[in-house]
């Protein structure tokens, strides 16, 4: 497999931001749009430990590599929450723990009954459950470049922008990760493509959606992704997922993009 994890948690390290002149901010303010899109993406960068917690729980964790991987893979992650937290905090929008523990406390009982959940089906499909979480979480890591790489185009402003690269530069990393586990676990079992071809179907969605109010899914999809160059980043995850085996013809981000609204043509 191409991906060497043992390189991977050598090298991984936090995001570096404080080299930046985010001073700039003071006079070159981002707009109300492009912060609302910021924070969204913050929340969902610090809730990546809850998406952990319901992987521990299945049988992910038991695969060495998977588990070398998610320890560095939430690291790098919070550090992005962090970095993203910052851009806010230089526009008076303070992200604090205890905000985000109220928001999680919001979900109520899906919360707390999410890790219940995977470790059912985890057991219930044995080891193909690895293949359904590589191919989603790659969908997810697709999606997060594309978001930022789209907003860093959109909006034009060259600290925001250098930020946001670096960023999608370790995104990128976790799409090799997830990526070539999920072409070698499909390549090996037909369950596990019927499962996942299922899952995908039926179940994605957004990243952030049941976490965050579905009035800022929407708004960051629109913001991020409507016109003919958000539509064909839309397109081109759609196409990694169905050049994956068993999962041809899937259109599950542009299927989902317009149940919330964002014109698709």
Not at 180 to 192: E, G, P
Request: hydrophobic share 45%; net charge neutral.
């Amino acid at each position: 497999m191409a991906f060497d994890i043992d390189r991977y948690t050598e090298t991984s390290a936090g995001v570096q931001w404080k080299d930046l002149a985010f001073e700039d901010f003071r006079t070159d303010p981002l707009p109300p749009e492009t912060l609302r899109s910021l924070r969204y993406m913050c929340d969902i960068e610090y809730h990546t430990v809850c998406y952990l917690r319901d992987m521990l729980v299945t049988p992910s964790h038991k695969d060495d590599d998977v588990a070398a991987f998610m320890t560095m893979w939430n690291r790098e992650e919070f550090w992005h929450g962090e970095a993203l937290a910052d851009v806010l905090g230089w526009h008076g929008i303070t992200v604090d723990f205890d905000g985000l523990k109220a928001r999680r406390l919001k979900v109520g009982w899906k919360d707390r009954i999410d890790p219940v959940k995977q470790s059912v089906l985890g057991n219930l499909v044995g080891k193909d459950f690895i293949a359904v979480h590589m191919i989603w979480g790659a969908v997810n890591e697709w999606s997060a470049i594309a978001a930022y790489t789209r907003l860093a185009e959109l909006q034009g402003h060259p600290v925001l922008a250098e930020l946001l690269r670096r960023i999608a530069k370790q995104e990128a990393k976790h799409v090799a990760f997830y990526a070539s586990q999920a072409r070698h676990r499909l390549q090996r079992s037909t369950k596990a493509q019927k499962f996942a071809r299922f899952a995908l179907r039926k179940f994605w969605a957004p990243v952030g959606s049941g976490v965050l109010p579905d009035e800022e899914v929407v708004h960051v999809m629109n913001h991020l992704f409507a016109g003919p160059d958000g539509i064909r980043e839309i397109r081109k995850i759609d196409g990694h997922v169905a050049r994956m085996p068993g999962l041809e013809g899937l259109t599950i981000v542009e299927d989902a993009m317009r149940n919330r609204g964002v014109p698709v043509t």
